[in-house]
């Protein structure tokens, strides 16, 4: 069961953990795989701090297997 991969535009306010919660259902694994592709090359040299009109590729990922764990990275 896979998530088709997907533009994301960042509002006030939002944090790719709680991006990454809200799209995947996860988060740990989940950050690193996003800022980990190329397409996301500026959004990883703002991270934290992401601002309204910044755009997320969010790549297509698998369901983790076991328990889905939520990690807070930033707050």
Known sequence: ???MSLYYK???GDAL??????IY????????????NEKNREI??????LEAGDVVYLPDLP???G???YTNLWN
């Open 17 to 22: 953990d709680m991006i990454c919660k809200n």
């Open 63 to 65: 369901k983790p297997e």
């Open 25 to 36: 259902g996860y988060s740990r694994s989940a950050v690193e795989a996003v800022l980990a």
């Open 44 to 49: 990883a040299k703002k991270m934290p701090l």
């Open 67 to 69: 328990p889905t764990i």
């Open 1 to 3: 069961d896979r998530l």
């Open 10 to 12: 960042c509002k006030d």
